[in-house]
């Protein structure tokens, strides 16, 4: 079964830092996405960073990176020069092959500060 | 740039009442999607939706829910006689493909039920 968790409930950081966003997966399909969205506080869902098992280099996207670990079945999103517009609640999912539903993990608060 | 459009933004209903979620999918895409978040919870798929048909669905998606395409522009979600824990954001979303292909989600329509 798909799962992910994401353990970070609420993370800090100062504006102009970097930021890691934890996430580690599970699942027994050898092929899936990986799939980064933040929701500000207005709700909407944003795409941000997506990250095929296949793919042989980590995604980016502008000041989002993932470092994505297979082996530890780890795909952390790194927020580079964090900005206030930056704070928001952060969701990892995943889609495996075969299937078209996303699993979300239970998201992670960033809070930036000046 | 092309974006999901969610009508209306907020519906209070009361229990046992019918209602009409809608969404405009951006107009190339061929898959269609519905997902839900009660307040403070993770975002959890209901059902999604292609060529016409359900693709595929949750455990949450009982004979209560029904989604249409009455026309090319639009998706509905229909739920028969709402309950107080159908109380959520519902989420439209849609995607170009299903392998690798990242999702668009619409702003949501909060959901409450009296």
């Known amino acids: 079964a798909q799962k992910i968790t994401q353990t970070q409930p609420g993370m800090f950081v100062q504006e102009k830092e970097a930021v890691t966003l934890d996430c580690t997966y599970d699942t027994s399909d050898p092929s899936y996405g990986l799939f980064w969205y933040k929701q500000p506080s207005s709700g909407e869902m944003i795409f941000l960073i997506y990250?095929?098992?296949?793919?042989?280099q980590n995604a980016t996207e502008g000041r989002y990176s993932l470092n994505f670990q297979k082996a530890r079945k780890s795909a952390n999103l790194v927020i580079s020069a964090s900005q206030l517009g930056d704070s928001a609640m952060y969701f990892c999912a995943m889609r495996e092959a075969g299937f078209q539903k996303l699993v979300f993990g239970t998201g992670t608060r960033l809070l930036v500060s000046p | 740039e092309p974006e999901v459009t969610q009508t209306p933004s907020h519906q209070v209903t009361q229990m046992g009442q019918e209602v009409i979620l809608r969404c405009v999918p951006i107009?190339?895409?061929?898959?269609f999607y519905w997902y839900r978040q009660i307040l403070g919870q993770k975002v959890e798929f209901l059902v999604s939706?292609?060529?016409?048909?359900?693709?595929?669905k949750s455990e949450i998606f009982d004979d209560q829910f029904s989604v249409e395409r009455p026309d090319g522009s639009n998706f509905t979600l229909k739920i028969r006689s709402t309950k107080l824990e159908d109380s959520a954001m519902y989420f439209c979303?849609?995607?170009?493909?299903?392998?690798?292909?990242?999702?668009?989600f619409g702003s949501g329509t909060q959901l409450s039920v009296l």
């Open positions: 979303a849609s995607s170009e493909g299903v392998v690798d292909e990242k999702l668009f």
């Open positions: 939706f292609y060529n016409n048909e359900i693709s595929e």
């Open positions: 990250q095929g098992s296949y793919d042989q």
């Open positions: 107009s190339n895409h061929l898959y």
